[in-house]
């Protein structure tokens, strides 16, 4: 160590070996520079560069190499053998090129190590070719242990520094190859040169053709300047290449900024950049997220195994948020060229919107859009379920729910008030239900209960109770007083399986409505034929219009003191094809209860019209109306548009309507009743005495008669209350200035007894019995009509 101190203080121009020591520097930096430079390109530019950059290097081993040579001075006559001058160069530059090539062996991990070594040999092989050429009047001497020892220094160091220089993208790295670069070629010259002592010798003669020391400093000085050249150019490129950079990331960012997906550009694990939108949706900031793992972004390792296995990939996993909260996202990794080097982008899609889309459509798929309730297909599935995990011992129960004149609330109060009947009723039974107990709306208003669990009937009964309390209770508007029939079947006393049971509880419901609504019956077995006996009435009911099984008879209306008829009022007939004749007083309801009312009232009002303005003598046509088709909103233009088609003029049109239906909603009915009389038709009030018989509905509807139910003028003769209650009504008539008509006039008493009461007109089987309009043509027709008038007179006054 002390020899090579020795040779560098006292064996050397010390302003020479700084000047050596500064070439030294500038080729070291100028051949990283060339050699990253060379690493970004691609084909043949890539060995252009490597070219240039083996030159730079090996030109820059040379220079250090001589200049520090000048600086030698063993104080003897020397000079330098050209050839071998020359050949130490091409040595340098060849091992030099060797040694980058191999350093830039793409996806080669040892690659830079061995390629930094075969460079520390060129120095080497450099050096000892140029002391070769160094020729002196005397004899050269090595010290071997130094000889091996600037190979073995000149090789480690050589070998570390092209990795340092080649790694990452910082200057610091740049600068550190640059430094043990020098390090390996200094080192190695002057360690190699206190290997060397001269013994002069006078008889040993330098060469002609030895190169002298003055023509080698022109030379060197040649060199040192191409590598100044070189350091320069390198520099330039280094400065354009960041700007370049520069310019790229600034783009790239702002490309990625415009993404609406969050991106992330990786190297490795570790985040090198990320877009705005990523940072958004991670809560975190730009730079905190720089220099970050990917684990503390997406800490599932199975989803990242996934993500970096290979590109293009979609992979599902979580986002973890600032607060730590989670967020599902789906990634899709590609490569990129990014700073000149090979790196991944990540995009990165919120899936939010998407789940929650997935989850309610989802929710909709089991669920009632309204209600919110389980709708159909998943109460059947959790039946299903229900019924697979019976134990023995235990029971099922399905309550079957169905609200009582839910439809007369649309008619009345409209659609949405059904709706907030409908929620209300959601609302207040899951309110009261056990855990395990589930509400499900089937479609309409039916709805329907879930009861797993339970050891008795008895419990079945407690809940049907608790319901129809629950909804009786009222509410904040009229329209939300709910009453609902409901029907129990279990399993597996009544059905093992879910249609079964579903069927069951159904036909008990039917039970339930038909015996009083509001109140709740379990099935028995003998309901299943009637129920479907009234289903059957039901379908048939629906399509006897179109089957032409429906048909309309008349009956006489008749002044009773004068004995004329003033007209008929006509009533409905259903001949089923099977069945034969059924009563009115059976489909009528069917009809009301399940809406075909509407479609069979429209029927009656527009035949009976039609035939009536067929007549030639213009009598009074009298038709019934439901409560059903009076809270129509439709019913009165469609009132109107019947009188148009069939040209009967409005004043021999009557409508009659019972107390009944006027009781559900005052003031709609008064409104409906005030528009069907502007249209100039006529309104009786039917089956006065039988219902909710009060003077101020008189007072208050514009009526223009009043009819006396049969039910009082059976029992004149016989009972004293119902004469009194005939005769109250007839005074209360007169009194208010509106005619009387009795109906069911059947016998020569009860004619006689409204003849003394001075009824106004009657109507019974005593004067016509009903029957299609053909038999009555004698009285329909004004050819006909006086004689026919004539003979019901007669009649009338032979019974008197």
Same mark, same amino acid.
């Given at each position: 160590?002390?020899?090579? #101190?020795?040779?560098?203080? #006292?064996?050397?121009?010390?302003?020479?070996?700084?000047?050596?020591?500064?070439?030294?520097?500038?080729?070291?930096?100028?051949?990283?520079?060339?050699?990253?430079?060379?690493?970004?390109?691609?084909?043949?530019?890539?060995?252009?560069?490597?070219?240039?950059?083996?030159?730079?290097?090996?030109?820059?081993?040379?220079?250090?190499?001589?200049?520090?040579?000048?600086?030698?001075?063993?104080?003897?006559?020397?000079?330098?053998?050209?050839?071998?001058?020359?050949?130490?160069?091409?040595?340098?530059?060849?091992?030099?090129?060797?040694?980058?090539?191999?350093?830039?062996?793409?996806?080669?991990?040892?690659?830079?190590?061995?390629?930094?070594?075969? *460079?520390?040999?060129?120095?080497?092989?450099?050096?000892?070719?140029?002391?070769?050429?160094?020729?002196?009047?005397?004899?050269?001497?090595?010290?071997?242990?130094?000889?091996?020892?600037?190979?073995?220094?000149?090789?480690?160091?050589?070998?570390?520094?092209?990795?340092?220089?080649?790694?990452?993208?910082?200057?610091?790295?740049?600068?550190?190859?640059?430094?043990?670069?020098?390090?390996?070629?200094?080192?190695?010259?002057?360690?190699?040169?206190?290997?060397?002592?001269?013994?002069?010798?006078?008889?040993? +003669?330098?060469?002609?053709?030895?190169?002298?020391?003055?023509?080698?400093?022109?030379?060197?000085?040649?060199?040192?300047?191409?590598?100044?050249?070189?350091?320069?150019?390198?520099?330039?490129?280094?400065?354009?290449?960041?700007?370049?950079?520069?310019?790229?990331?600034?783009?790239?960012?702002?490309?990625?900024?415009?993404?609406?997906?969050?991106?992330?550009?990786?190297?490795?694990?570790?985040?090198?950049?990320?877009?705005?939108?990523?940072?958004?949706?991670?809560?975190?900031?730009?730079?905190?997220?720089?220099?970050?793992?990917?684990?503390?972004?997406?800490?599932?390792?199975?989803?990242?195994?996934?993500?970096?296995?290979?590109?293009?990939?979609?992979?599902?996993?979580?986002?973890?948020?600032?607060?730590?909260?989670?967020?599902?996202?789906?990634?899709?990794?590609?490569?990129?060229?990014?700073?000149?080097?090979?790196?991944?982008?990540?995009?990165?899609?919120?899936?939010?919107?998407?789940?929650?889309?997935?989850?309610?459509?989802?929710?909709?798929?089991?669920?009632?859009?309204? %209600?919110?309730?389980?709708?159909?297909?998943?109460?059947?599935?959790?039946?299903?379920?229900?019924?697979?995990?019976?134990?023995?011992?235990?029971?099922?129960?399905?309550?079957?729910?169905?609200?009582?004149?839910?439809?007369?609330?649309?008619?009345?109060?409209?659609?949405?008030?059904?709706?907030?009947?409908?929620?209300?009723?959601?609302?207040?039974?899951?309110? *009261?239900?056990?855990?395990?107990?589930?509400?499900?709306?089937?479609?309409?208003?039916?709805?329907?209960?879930?009861?797993?669990?339970?050891?008795?009937?008895?419990?079945?009964?407690?809940?049907? +109770?608790?319901?129809?309390?629950?909804?009786?209770?009222?509410?904040?508007?009229?329209?939300?007083?709910?009453?609902?029939?409901?029907?129990?079947?279990?399993?597996?006393?009544?059905? %093992?399986?879910?249609?079964? =049971?579903?069927?069951?509880?159904?036909?008990?419901?039917?039970?339930?409505?038909?015996?009083?609504?509001?109140?709740?019956?379990?099935?028995?077995?003998?309901?299943?034929?009637?129920?479907?006996?009234?289903?059957?009435?039901?379908?048939?009911?629906?399509?006897?219009?179109?089957?032409? +099984?429906?048909?309309?008879?008349?009956?006489?209306?008749?002044?009773?003191?004068?004995?004329?008829?003033?007209?008929?009022?006509?009533?409905?007939?259903?001949?089923?094809?099977?069945?034969?004749?059924?009563?009115?007083?059976?489909?009528?309801?069917?009809?009301?209860?399940?809406?075909?009312?509407?479609?069979?009232?429209?029927?009656?009002?527009?035949?009976?019209?039609?035939?009536?303005?067929?007549?030639?003598?213009? =009598?009074?046509?009298?038709?019934?109306?439901?409560?059903?088709?009076?809270?129509?909103?439709?019913?009165?233009?469609?009132?109107?548009?019947?009188?148009?088609?069939?040209?009967?003029?409005?004043?021999?049109?009557?409508?009659?309507?019972?107390?009944?239906?006027?009781?559900?909603?005052?003031?709609?009915?008064?409104?409906?009743?005030?528009?069907?009389?502007?249209?100039?038709?006529?309104?009786?009030?039917?089956?006065?005495?039988?219902?909710?018989?009060?003077?101020?509905?008189?007072?208050?509807?514009?009526?223009?008669?009043?009819?006396?139910?049969?039910?009082?003028?059976?029992?004149?003769?016989?009972?004293?209350?119902?004469?009194?209650?005939?005769?109250?009504?007839?005074?209360?008539?007169?009194?208010?200035?509106?005619?009387?008509?009795?109906?069911?006039?059947?016998?020569?008493?009860?004619?006689?007894?409204?003849?003394? +009461?001075?009824?106004?007109?009657?109507?019974?089987?005593?004067?016509?019995?009903?029957?299609?309009?053909?038999?009555?043509?004698?009285?329909?027709?004004?050819?006909?009509?006086?004689?026919?008038?004539?003979?019901?007179?007669?009649?009338?006054?032979?019974?008197?």
């Amino acid at each position: 160590m002390f020899k090579v #101190y020795d040779c560098i203080a #006292y064996a050397h121009d010390l302003r020479l070996v700084g000047l050596a020591a500064l070439v030294c520097v500038l080729a070291s930096f100028a051949a990283i520079n060339l050699l990253r430079y060379a690493r970004k390109s691609s084909g043949q530019m890539r060995w252009l560069w490597l070219a240039v950059s083996a030159v730079s290097t090996g030109f820059g081993i040379w220079a250090t190499h001589f200049v520090a040579m000048l600086a030698f001075t063993p104080g003897i006559p020397s000079g330098y053998n050209i050839v071998l001058t020359i050949l130490s160069l091409i040595a340098a530059i060849l091992l030099t090129g060797a040694g980058l090539a191999v350093s830039l062996i793409p996806n080669w991990r040892p690659g830079p190590w061995i390629g930094g070594a075969i *460079v520390a040999g060129g120095i080497a092989a450099m050096h000892y070719t140029g002391m070769a050429a160094f020729e002196i009047a005397g004899i050269i001497l090595w010290d071997p242990v130094l000889v091996a020892a600037s190979i073995v220094l000149g090789a480690i160091i050589g070998a570390v520094a092209l990795p340092v220089g080649l790694h990452g993208n910082s200057e610091k790295w740049k600068i550190g190859g640059a430094v043990l670069l020098t390090l390996a070629i200094c080192s190695h010259h002057f360690t190699a040169m206190g290997a060397v002592s001269i013994i002069p010798d006078p008889t040993v +003669e330098i060469s002609q053709l030895a190169l002298p020391a003055a023509w080698l400093a022109v030379g060197v000085a040649i060199a040192s300047f191409g590598i100044i050249g070189l350091a320069l150019a390198g520099v330039a490129l280094d400065i354009r290449d960041h700007r370049r950079s520069k310019l790229e990331v600034d783009r790239m960012r702002d490309l990625a900024n415009a993404s609406v997906e969050g991106l992330l550009v990786c190297d490795g694990e570790v985040v090198v950049s990320v877009n705005t939108s990523f940072a958004a949706l991670s809560g975190l900031s730009t730079a905190h997220l720089v220099g970050m793992k990917l684990e503390r972004c997406f800490p599932d390792p199975v989803a990242r195994a996934r993500l970096l296995s290979g590109p293009n990939q979609t992979v599902e996993t979580d986002l973890r948020h600032l607060d730590g909260s989670m967020t599902p996202v789906e990634l899709i990794l590609r490569p990129i060229f990014f700073a000149g080097r090979p790196h991944h982008v990540v995009a990165v899609r919120d899936l939010k919107a998407r789940k929650d889309a997935e989850q309610h459509i989802y929710f909709l798929a089991h669920h009632d859009a309204l %209600t919110s309730l389980p709708n159909r297909s998943h109460f059947n599935a959790r039946v299903d379920q229900e019924i697979a995990a019976l134990i023995p011992g235990k029971s099922l129960a399905v309550l079957c729910l169905d609200l009582d004149r839910f439809k007369e609330v649309n008619d009345l109060f409209g659609h949405g008030a059904g709706d907030k009947v409908l929620q209300a009723v959601a609302s207040r039974v899951t309110a *009261v239900l056990g855990e395990r107990q589930m509400m499900s709306r089937l479609g309409g208003d039916e709805f329907a209960i879930l009861m797993p669990d339970i050891a008795n009937p008895a419990a079945a009964s407690r809940l049907a +109770e608790i319901v129809l309390e629950t909804l009786r209770a009222p509410g904040d508007t009229p329209e939300t007083l709910i009453a609902t029939s409901i029907g129990i079947a279990l399993c597996p006393d009544d059905a %093992t399986d879910r249609q079964s =049971l579903l069927t069951h509880a159904d036909t008990a419901l039917y039970r339930a409505k038909t015996e009083g609504r509001n109140t709740y019956r379990f099935f028995e077995a003998k309901m299943g034929a009637e129920v479907r006996e009234r289903r059957m009435l039901e379908h048939d009911l629906r399509h006897a219009i179109a089957r032409d +099984e429906l048909r309309l008879v008349y009956q006489p209306q008749q002044e009773i003191q004068s004995g004329k008829v003033i007209g008929f009022e006509a009533l409905l007939r259903w001949k089923h094809p099977t069945r034969g004749e059924i009563s009115p007083a059976v489909f009528i309801p069917i009809a009301e209860e399940t809406g075909a009312i509407l479609q069979i009232g429209d029927w009656v009002l527009r035949t009976a019209c039609r035939e009536a303005a067929s007549w030639a003598h213009p =009598l009074k046509i009298a038709v019934n109306v439901s409560a059903v088709q009076l809270y129509n909103a439709k019913f009165v233009q469609e009132l109107h548009q019947i009188l148009l088609e069939t040209g009967l003029p409005p004043r021999r049109l009557e409508i009659e309507i019972t107390e009944t239906a006027l009781v559900r909603d005052f003031n709609r009915a008064l409104s409906m009743l005030r528009q069907i009389k502007a249209l100039g038709i006529c309104i009786a009030m039917d089956d006065f005495g039988t219902g909710y018989s009060s003077l101020s509905n008189l007072r208050a509807f514009p009526f223009d008669r009043i009819k006396i139910d049969g039910s009082f003028i059976k029992s004149v003769n016989s009972n004293g209350q119902a004469a009194t209650i005939v005769r109250a009504v007839l005074g209360l008539g007169r009194g208010l200035g509106l005619p009387v008509l009795a109906e069911g006039v059947e016998t020569d008493a009860e004619l006689q007894f409204l003849q003394d +009461e001075l009824c106004d007109e009657v109507q019974g089987y005593l004067l016509g019995r009903p029957a299609a309009i053909g038999s009555f043509r004698n009285l329909t027709h004004a050819d006909a009509a006086s004689e026919a008038s004539d003979e019901l007179a007669r009649r009338s006054a032979l019974s008197a």
